[in-house]
């Protein structure tokens, strides 16, 4: 059942086209992420859909109801954690909660929602003295506060270190598993392919691809990438030479003493190099095998390197 119908929608910044006719639905309990490079156009979407900007034209319809005819319920009954927060410094994380819970008739119990953000034993802290990773779990708890049928989370774990993005991952799917529906917007491939059960990806105000991060990579091709790291520059030019006469191999590229080969049969490929090697007498100092990704998907439909 879709929760969240986006038809058409554009949005012009004077001569930026910053979304261009973007069509899209999200189905109650699952996490749908909108990805895409810096400045491709996903939080002016997300802002349209949340009704803090106005479409110049297309049609949003945020659970049956749209912004024109029904804003007061809508505020009700969904969730948003905005990139920029409005925390109060001066007061602890649970009198933040207890403030935030007072703008709503109806709420969750505080310590619950301490609880789903890991902050339980942070709970009398004041806000100026948490880390950057505790005040955006805050901010995602204050707007779980009313209990929300769709949470909205804009790039949540920005410039946030390897465990505080984790953290923030296991909030998401905490979420999923209580039948939450998320939509979450990100820069972060390897964050989409995570938790995603579908993804849009956006480029330039337009939607290039949507469907799981499964069935993106699916159509890409069954090839995998072999990277080979050999003993030098010049045992690696001769394993380049080798590779390009393997029939599976369809691309090969070398930088200094490593190789990165894209193979429709990687292990007959690897058979095949580590023979040459094993005969010509070379050292293959590290191998491994890629599985294709997100970024790649990106790649395939546009053509260009993938940027944060």
Sequence with gaps: MHVLEVSRVSKSFGSVRAVQEVSFAANRGEVFTIIGPNGAGKTTTLEMIEGLQRPDSGAISVLGMTWDKDAENIKMRIGVQPQSSALFDLLTVEENLALFASFYDRHRPVPEIMELINLTDHRRKMVKTLSG??????????????????????????????????????????LRAIGKT?????HYMEEAEQLSDRVCIIDQGRIIAMDTPKALIGRLTQEREIHLKLADEAAAAAAEGAARTEPNVTRVERKGAQLRI???KPEATLYHLLGFASESGQTVEQISIREMSLEDVFIAFTGKEWRD
């Design 133 to 174: 990773g505790q005040k955006q779990r805050l901010a995602i708890g204050i707007g779980l506060i009313n209990d929300p049928e769709i949470i909205f989370l804009d790039e949540p774990t920005t410039g946030l270190d390897p465990q505080a993005r984790r953290n923030i991952w296991d909030i998401v799917l905490k």
């Design 262 to 264: 894209r193979s429709g």
């Design 182 to 186: 998320t939509v979450l917007t990100t």
